[in-house]
């Protein structure tokens, strides 16, 4: 062992020296169906008026710490009502971080649903937080992966966790929890409960409105899924009393100059990207009924712009795939519950049906 390695793995905690890193794979040259992206650009008019602000933003400044007009924008999308405010963070991984950390006393837990998003648990680690992971139902049936609320309730009430997470709709299974389910265990948690509205724009409902029912509820989403991946912005929007303590974590500067302005152009044009997410919504439709006649093919109905299946050898159809210039993401070996499943991102159709083509060729092979 290298003096350096002796020294890091003296001085690096045990369990972050057990870590593997964020895999983000090579894309180059695939058609890329793996990151949940809009794969539509914007119409060239509006891409002209970015260019436009591009040139002009004074990138030799640093950007403006509080951003007003852009969460004002965002607090009318969102039609916030007083006592509300937002929340700005680089992507939505810096909010559960700073989520995390305010609540991370000694002995304190943060609690989620499995399989869910990664980062929850990765991030839990990352700060010394303990993490609870309560399974999801596996029936075989249409009710796959939907909350088991009785051990919910029990793992909360046994816990006590000051920090909750639930993806609504689920990463990376793509459905919707009951929405009565949610309002229980946000009744019954003792602390913070985060509902993560990623997907929104894909989905057939939000809890933005229940924000003044509930005092320890808060609504975190991304621009990401909408269109602006590339500016890594995300949004936490709650009662103010919440924000001002998470403001004190925040780093200063942590949205740039970049993404602020081009977010605020993207946001007055909200219209043309919820026509996206719409479009987006018909090719999830018209992918899911290709994947149901498929033989071999076992898949999740989805309200979010990604389609979650099942197949037989599933890391040999990823290797597949990619032979073929198809880039999906593999979720075998990730967890338990996601034997042999493969999650496909929804492109445009032309995406989609060489996807199908280089899926149908792949199984052949392989079976």
Not at 103 to 110: E, Y
Not at 160 to 169: K, N, S, T, V
Not at 187 to 216: C, K, M, R, W
Request: hydrophobic letters at 45%; aromatic letters at 8%.
């Amino acid at each position: 062992m290298s003096p350096v390695s002796s020294l890091a793995k003296t001085l690096i905690r045990p369990e972050i020296l057990a870590l593997h890193a964020y895999h983000v794979p090579d894309c180059a040259g695939l058609i890329k169906l793996d990151a949940m992206e809009n794969p539509y650009l914007v119409p060239q008019p509006l891409r002209d008026e970015i260019a436009s602000v591009v040139a002009a933003a004074h990138i030799n400044r640093y950007p403006d710490p509080n951003p007003h007009a852009l969460k004002e924008q965002i607090r009318l999308l969102l039609e916030l009502p007083e006592g509300m405010d937002v929340l700005l963070g680089n992507g939505s991984d810096e909010l559960i971080q700073l989520l995390a950390m305010a609540v991370n006393k000694p002995g304190a837990v943060l609690l989620s649903v499995e399989p869910s998003f990664v980062m929850y648990k990765m991030i839990a680690t990352f700060i010394g937080m303990r993490y609870v992971g309560v399974p999801l139902r596996t029936n075989s049936g249409p009710s796959d992966f939907s909350l088991d609320l009785i051990s919910t309730l029990d793992a909360i009430h046994r816990e006590q966790p000051a920090l909750i997470f639930l993806a609504y709709p689920n990463n990376p299974t793509g459905n919707l929890f009951s929405h009565d389910d949610v309002r229980r265990i946000i009744d019954a948690a003792p602390g913070l409960v985060v509902i993560d509205e990623a997907y929104y724009a894909f989905a057939s409902d939000s809890f933005v409105p229940q924000l003044t029912h509930y005092p320890n509820l808060l609504v975190m989403r991304t621009f990401s899924k909408l269109g602006m991946a590339g500016l890594r912005l995300g949004f936490l929007v709650g009662s103010s009393v919440w924000l001002e303590q998470l403001e004190k974590l925040r780093l200063p500067y942590n949205v740039g100059v970049l993404p602020q302005l081009v977010a605020e152009k993207l946001l007055e044009n909200h219209g043309v990207l919820l026509q996206q997410a719409d479009q987006i919504k018909l090719d999830r439709a018209a992918l899911y009924q290709q994947l149901v006649s498929m033989a071999g093919v076992e898949v999740y109905s989805s309200e979010a712009n990604f389609l979650l299946f099942r197949v037989a050898n599933a890391t040999a159809v990823f290797n597949g795939l990619k032979q073929r210039g198809v880039l999906i993401k593999n979720l075998n070996g990730g967890h338990p519950m996601l034997n042999n499943c493969l999650r496909v991102t929804v492109g445009t159709p032309e995406e989609n049906e060489l996807f199908i083509s280089a899926l149908q060729d792949t199984i052949h092979q392989t079976v």
